[in-house]
């Protein structure tokens, strides 16, 4: 077969469990394509052939057996950001060029349970700081839909891979936006879950009370499958949460979008540099969920201006403490011959880290320090819990809120946006991770250069279900998440 890449994670399901073809011929397929196709995608920073191959053996053997689940033999990529066992995992920096984990990240050991064929690592912004996946050190990967455009970031390898079906679905993580911002780029279903809904064990920290990992997938649905995967307690990681997983993909057709109150927030619609083909698109899908039966309600949130600011002191914060391990002794690339331990400590640092990293360990080491820790990071600490009532009074009178995921579409590779530039880009995506919040991106249309605009949709704590459904049933009445980029309809 020919086609196996254009089948979503259902059809893959029922297609192996009823031997229509085997993990092996999937696998097979989909390295070919990799092979083939990502030398201009760059999406894949280690591609594990032998094992996945391995893997898809094993795979068929328990399809034969009887004792497969649901997702035995379909194959997923990893965000390098995720720990595997025996492959390299580089989180796209010269810091862990050569790390090999001795250990699975819980999401990754998940999967294999689950029978998931793991492809590679996936390339993605250097500590998954940035939104364009230009910071890697393993350079920048393309948007499948122009190739000369950005993927989005930090989850981009993970976007383009999806985008190009050079994956099914794959996983990222998302500390201000970095799965909803790639997917709503590269035309895809992107949840960012309930912080505590994943575990962050094994996961590269960035910001550890923003951090939250999930799906990136074609369609909700096939996000589902991999959610069913990834969400669940775990005892190793303490800010997990004690509250049992939904099956969400038994919960698809669970919300009723007839009488679903969904909030437009005022301020967001006149945000300076809303682009205006993203704005109409986001109008019109709204439009269609009020056709299929919902409520539009206009609502205030009235902490917009203080999103960015907020998160851009807590974030560096928090990734100034995290990274402090990476000083070329205990972790990390160290540099050659130092003079003394100073200089170890100083050059490794300084060799290791890209600029943007470095820039936001300085902004979160200043942050921090004795003298401004009250009239900076306090203080964001303050607004933060403000941002997050002010989402809480909302849901007292909508179900979701709606919003873009980003104010543009792609940009193009090198358009070098200063550091404010970037960051106010974040600003649809940030306030989630502040309140904790889940949200997912669902593809609704294109803007005049053919590039997709994502639909955002905020959802109350564990609503994770809830915004499945409703973004499955907008993709049972629309065909969006069924467009391809040209490059996904070449064939290996
Ligand atoms: N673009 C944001 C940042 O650079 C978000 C990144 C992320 O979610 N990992 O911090």
Redesign the pocket.
């Known amino acids: 077969m020919t086609d196996l890449h254009r089948l979503s994670i259902r059809e893959l399901s029922e297609g192996l469990a009823g031997a229509k073809f085997s993990s092996r011929e999937l696998t097979e397929h989909y390295l070919k394509r990799i092979e083939k196709i990502d030398a201009q995608v760059k999406s894949y920073v280690t591609v594990t052939a032998e094992q996945a191959l391995a893997q898809a053996d094993a795979a068929d053997a328990a399809l034969k057996a009887g004792n497969a689940t649901v997702l035995t033999g379909v194959p997923i990529a990893h965000k390098d950001i995720f720990c595997t066992q025996g492959i390299k995992t580089t989180a796209g920096s010269k810091m862990l060029d050569n790390f090999i984990s001795p250990y699975d990240a819980t999401v990754v050991a998940k999967g294999k349970a689950a029978g998931l064929v793991t492809l590679g690592k996936v390339n993605m912004?250097e500590f998954?700081?940035?939104?364009t996946s230009e910071s890697s050190y393993f350079g920048a990967t393309a948007n499948p839909w122009a190739l000369d455009h950005v993927p989005g970031?930090?989850s981009g390898g993970s976007a383009a891979a999806v985008a190009a079906d050079l994956a099914p679905f794959a996983t990222g993580?998302?500390?201000?936006?970095?799965i909803r911002?790639p997917a709503s780029f590269c035309g895809l279903t992107g949840l960012k879950p309930t912080y505590g809904r994943v575990s962050r064990f094994g996961m590269i920290a960035?910001a550890s009370s923003l951090d939250q990992g999930g799906p990136m997938a074609r369609s909700a649905e096939d996000c589902a499958y991999l959610m069913n995967v990834m969400a669940g307690h775990d005892a190793k990681d303490s800010t997990s949460i004690e509250k049992d997983a939904d099956d969400y993909v038994a919960n698809l057709s669970g919300t009723s979008v007839k009488g679903l109150r969904i909030g437009i927030p005022k301020q967001y619609f006149n945000v300076a540099g809303l682009d205006a083909d993203v704005k109409a698109r986001v109008e019109e899908s709204l439009k269609k969920l009020e056709e299929m039966g919902a409520i539009l309600v206009e609502i205030d949130l009235t902490m917009t201006d203080a999103y960015v600011p907020t998160?851009y002191l807590i974030?560096p914060a928090e990734a100034s403490s995290n990274l402090q391990r990476f000083d070329g002794v205990r972790y990390g690339y160290r540099c050659e011959n130092p003079v003394d331990l100073m200089d170890l400590y100083k050059r490794s640092r300084s060799e290791g880290f890209g600029p943007e990293v470095q820039r936001r360990i300085l902004i979160g080491t200043y942050a921090l320090s004795a003298g401004y820790y009250d009239a900076y990071y306090v203080k964001a600490q303050k607004v933060r819990r403000l941002i997050q009532q002010d989402f809480l009074k909302a849901f007292e009178s909508v179900d979701v809120i709606a919003a873009p995921a980003a104010p543009t579409t792609a940009y193009k590779i090198g358009a070098n946006l200063s550091p404010t530039e970037m960051?106010l880009g974040?600003i649809y995506?940030l306030a989630v991770?502040l309140a904790g919040l889940p949200a997912i991106n669902a593809p609704v249309g294109f803007d005049k250069e053919n590039l997709p605009v994502g639909l955002q949709l905020i959802g109350n704590y564990w609503s994770e279900s809830q915004l499945l459904s409703v973004v499955y049933q907008y993709q049972q009445a629309t065909d969006w998440h069924t467009k391809r980029a040209a490059i996904a309809e070449e064939n290996a």
């Not at 993580?173 to 970095?178: C, F, M, N, Y």
Request: a negative charge.
């Open positions: 912004d998954a700081m940035g939104s970031g930090s993580t998302d500390t201000g936006g970095s911002q960035y998160y974030a960051y974040d995506t991770n």
